[in-house]
């Protein structure tokens, strides 16, 4: 298994700029999740997806959309790129939310520079 | 959801055991306590989880005292490489019969090994 993985590992963009993030899983499972990670900071929540067809909003949705057609993908959507979106982006998945003991794995993340 | 404090930053040299407390005074009756650790450059990675009284792995150990409003990562004999942040997670909130919910990460604690 590739377990997660994130395209692109680097990305710069200029300010009204948009892009899609990619993040794919093979290990068929329910959950998947955007944090940003910013210099100093932990992690915070984007948007999530509980199964295909299913998303929902976390800490800091703004600015960013997300889909989830399938069980493997989960795109983010960054609609009109802003510097304050400077950041490192991770994608995780995990088999379901049911119970608080599912283990999270994350993609190797995407730096990415807003300019 | 169940709100996690934990030091922001600890000091150790080698071969010294680390102790990192984690407060969560909100925690639910159904909540696990997981902590991940991540090294720069990388996404988080499951370190350990308990429930209660104490969990041991190759890894680490996990302390829960009876009123689980804490818990405490013990790393035994700290190498250079055990130098990461550490996040403490409890929890998540999830709905009636759906499978929703929000995995929150704190800022995590900065623990360097110094040798």
């Known amino acids: 298994n590739a377990g997660v993985t994130q395209t692109p590992k680097f990305q710069v963009l200029k300010t009204g700029q948009s892009m899609t993030l990619q993040c794919a899983q093979d290990m068929n499972h329910e959950y998947m999740s955007w944090y940003r990670q910013d210099p100093g900071m932990g992690l915070r929540l984007i948007h999530y997806?509980?199964?295909?067809?299913?998303?929902d909003q976390g800490e800091v949705p703004n600015g960013y959309n997300v889909s989830r057609s399938t069980t493997e993908d989960f795109p983010l959507r960054l609609l009109s790129a802003a510097p304050s979106q400077t950041s490192v982006y991770f994608c995780a998945s995990s088999w379901g939310v049911r119970q608080s003991t599912d283990t999270q794995y994350f993609g190797p993340g995407t730096r990415l520079t807003v300019l | 959801l169940a709100k996690t404090t934990q030091p922001i930053s600890m000091d150790s040299y080698e071969g010294q055991e680390v102790n990192i407390t984690c407060s969560h005074n909100?925690?639910?009756?159904?909540?696990?306590i997981t902590w991940y650790q991540q090294f720069p450059s990388q996404g988080p990675r499951f370190i350990i989880q308990?429930?209660?009284t104490k969990v041991t792995n190759e890894v680490a150990s996990l302390f829960i005292p009876a009123d689980r409003k804490s818990s405490t990562l013990s790393l035994p004999r700290v190498s250079l490489s055990d130098t990461a942040v550490y996040y403490c997670?409890?929890?998540?909130?999830?709905?009636?019969?759906?499978?929703?919910?929000?995995?929150?990460f704190g800022q995590g604690t900065t623990l360097q090994v110094k040798p």
């Open positions: 909100n925690i639910a009756t159904n909540d696990y």
């Open positions: 308990g429930y209660k």
């Open positions: 997806s509980v199964g295909a067809g299913i998303t």
């Open positions: 997670l409890v929890g998540f909130r999830s709905h009636g019969s759906s499978n929703t919910g929000k995995l929150i």
